[in-house]
C-alpha cells in the first residue's frame, strides 16, 4: 500500500446524516402538528431572509428518488430523524398513522437498498403544543418524550437496529431557550439549565424501552463535542477555557457516564438545578451501546475580565481556512475528542453521526458542482478519524453532514452542507464533486490522504 493510503477496518459503516425539519417540508400534510421549528420559522425575523422550512427539500414528496440516491453513492448507512409531530400531533395521545407509515416505507426502502438506517428520535422539532405546556424546562416532558419514543420504538424496531435519542441537547436546550436562536427562542439561562437536565433525563428513561421494544437495538445519544482552547496561558484564559469545556462538553458527557454534573458547573449555575430528583443520574447514567459525536471546529476561549494588556501573550489564534459558518476548519480538533472520549472517558464505541462544512457551491455552466473545500474538509477529519481508530479508539461510523443543502436553522438556506447540491426553486438534486469523491472513499473502504 502507498503512503498516504488508509485502509479502514473491514465493518466501518459510511454514511450521511440529515434531519426531518431540515429537509422534509410538508409541514402541516398528513394529519402532522405544529413543531416549535414551524411556530419559530412563521415568526418575522427570527430567520435570515424569512427562510422557513415549509417546503425545504420537499424530502416527505421525493424521499424514493433521495433513497435511490443515496444507493448511486455507494452509501452504507443514512441517519435520519423522526419529526415528533407527524408521528403524535398532540405531543402524545393519539397516533397518526400516516406519519408511522412515511418514515415505515422509508426504513424498507433503505432496507431494500442495503442501507442501514440510523434513526434519530429528537433533532430539535419539538411539537409545538408541548412547548405551550412549558417544553423542555417542564419535567413533564420527560414522560412525554418516553411516550414518543415507544411509541416510534414499537412500529420500526423490528428493522431499525440503530437508534439515537437525542442529537446535540446542548443546542436544544442553551441555543433554544438561553441565547434564542433557535426555537423556541427563550433568552432564560434557568430555563435552560432546565431543559439540558429534562433532555438527559429523557433519554435515560427511553433507552430501555427502546430495548424492550427492539432487544438488538444499538442505541446511543449524539453530543455536538468541540475541544475547548485557551487563547493565551494566561491564568483568566486557562479559566475561561476550562468554563467553555465544562459549559459545551463535560455538562452532557459527565453525567451520561455515572460522574454527575461537573461541580464547577453546579457552582457556577447555582440553585437553579434544585429540578434534580432523587434517582435522576442513575437515570441518566443507562449503560449505552455508543456515543454519537458531531464535530465541526475548536473554540479557543479569551477570558472576558481582563484587558488585552493583562492577557498577553496570546497564543493561540485561528486558522485562516474558515468556512461560511465562519467555523475554523480545525481537523486535529476532531482527533483530540476522539482520544479523550477513549482514554478518559472510556466510551466503548464512537458513531462520527456528523461532520461537514458550508461553504459557497455554485452550478457551473456544464451543471456541474465542484467543491474542492469541501472534499479536503473531509478528507481531512477522516485522516483524523482513522489515526483515532490506529491508537485504539473505538470509531465505528462516520456520517457526513449533510447528505443534501439544507434549511441551516437560523441561517434558512443561505448555507450549504450538503454533498448533494439542491436547487431550492426546481428541487433538482445535482451531487457535486465532493460526493464523487466520497463514493471512492466508501467503495474502496481507503482514504488517498494525498489524492
Ligand atoms: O445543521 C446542523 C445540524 O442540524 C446539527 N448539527 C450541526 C449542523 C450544522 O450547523
Redesign the pocket.
Known sequence: MSEGMYTFPKDFIWGVAT?SY?IEGAWDEDGKGESIWDRFSHTPGKIDNGDTGDVACDHYHRWRDDVTLMKELGLKAYRFSIAWPRILPDGWGEVNQVGIDFYSQLVDALLEMGIEPFVTLY??DLPQILQDEGGWPVRKIVDAFTEYADVVSRALGDRVKNWITL??PW?SAFVGYSMGHHAPGYTDQDKAIAASHHLLLSHGQAVPVIRANCPAANVGITL?LSPQEPASPSVADRKASTWMDGYINRLFLDPLVGRGYPQDMVNSFGNAMEFIKPGDMDTISVPVDFLGV?Y?SRGIVRSNNISEEDNEPRTVFRGDEITE?DWEVYPKGLYNILGRLYFDYAIPAIHIT?N?A?FVDEVSHNGQVDDPHRVSYLKRHLEMVKKAIQIGVPVKGYFA??LLD?F??GYGYS?R?GIVYVDFQTQQRIPKSSAKWYQKVILENELDATA
Open positions: 434531519a431540515q433533532h430539535w442529537n446535540e443546542v455536538n458531531n465541526y459558518m456528523e461537514g458550508a453532514w449533510s439544507n441551516e436553522w448555507k452542507f
